[in-house]
């Protein structure tokens, strides 16, 4: 799978928007970008996932490149509770193994 | 969403001794569940892909004689840490997959305290 490279923290103002970037130069055109997030002593939990159009869900909005060698995760309006580590991750669906390697990661902390 | 349940979320146990530690998906079936630990300020690495009604498959430098894996049924996996020692102490994970380009759902974790 391909490797991401994400800064390693982040700050942002209470009710800004979050712009998280990811770099992913060496993307497959079969994977498939997702997000995650994990609070402080919690497992992970899936934000929102791509391939190659700009996605919404009710948690954030994740713009892919045209050129899909990056993508930024937005959260519009920052909570105190978005205060965790975020990771973007790069697979492909395979049908005998679909292994989740994460990196390091951004650490977000949300400023009051 | 899919949930995946662990038990217990944390437990303290004594050097020597062994914990076992469950991993449930509730409302759908796993055929592939994943363990990882996570130790503090670092990011979470695999330890093995369990199979249901198979052996586990251990990434590199996983002891498999350490981290006994049994994924006996399509809704539990278990990680046993056998012979505990305070290094084994740690956050573990476990992950399960639905087929598919579709998220991974991950348990809320099991804090291990080994003393």
């Known amino acids: 799978d391909a490797k991401t490279t994400q800064p390693p923290s982040m700050d942002c103002a209470e009710g800004r928007a979050a712009n998280l970037p990811c770099n992913h130069s060496?993307?497959?055109?079969?994977?498939?970008v997702y997000w995650y997030r994990q609070i402080h002593s919690q497992g992970p939990q899936y934000i929102i996932h791509g391939l190659k159009n700009n996605e919404t869900n009710e948690m954030a909005s994740l713009i892919i490149t045209e050129d899909r060698k990056s993508s930024t995760l937005i959260l519009p309006h920052a909570t105190l509770r978005d205060t965790a580590v975020y990771y973007c991750?790069?697979?492909?669906?395979?049908?005998?193994?679909?292994?989740?390697?994460f990196g390091p990661g951004t650490s977000l902390s949300v400023i009051p | 969403g899919a949930v995946v349940s662990q038990h217990p979320s944390w437990v303290i146990c004594k050097s020597g001794t062994s914990v076992k530690i469950e991993c449930r998906s509730l409302d759908f079936q796993a055929t592939t569940m994943f363990w990882y630990r996570q130790f503090p300020k670092q990011s979470l690495m695999l330890m093995a892909t369990?199979?249901?009604?198979?052996?586990?498959?251990?990434e590199q430098g996983v002891e498999k004689d350490k981290f006994l894996i049994n994924h006996a049924s399509l809704t539990l996996s278990t990680l046993t840490v056998t012979s505990a020692h305070p290094e084994d102490s740690s956050f573990y994970i476990c992950?399960?997959?639905?087929?598919?380009?579709?998220?991974?759902?991950f348990g809320q974790g099991t804090r291990l305290t080994v003393v």
């Open positions: 060496t993307i497959s055109g079969n994977e498939y």
């Open positions: 369990s199979n249901e009604g198979s052996k586990a498959t251990y």
């Open positions: 991750i790069v697979r492909v669906q395979r049908t005998s193994y679909d292994k989740v390697i």
């Open positions: 992950s399960a997959r639905v087929i598919g380009p579709k998220e991974a759902f």
